[in-house]
């Protein structure tokens, strides 16, 4: 594969993976990811936006309705054990 960039961005990558001091490929590798998981985030929130538009509490369920069992006798948390 092979992606060509502008001599300004290219310089500009360099300059970070040099800072971090990681190889180019690793930083456009992370700068990718995070850009993904942001517009991820952003599709997510227009998403629930929208559905927030549209909810009604008169139609919504209990959560014994959804569940099949009340809030009260959820499992609670388990205290965490020490070992020495």
């Known amino acids: 594969m092979l ?10 990558l360099e300059r970070l993976a040099r800072i971090e001091h990681v190889s180019l490929s690793q930083k456009v590798r992370d700068l990718v990811k995070e850009a993904l998981e942001t517009n991820e985030d952003a599709m997510l929130l227009q998403f629930a936006e929208s559905r927030e538009k549209t909810f ?6 209990s959560h014994e309705q959804a569940w099949g069992r009340s809030l009260a006798g959820a499992a609670k948390p388990r205290a965490k054990s020490s070992t020495t």
């Open 3 to 12: 992606t060509v960039l502008e001599q300004p961005l290219y310089k500009a």
């Open 56 to 61: 009604r509490r008169s139609q919504s369920l």
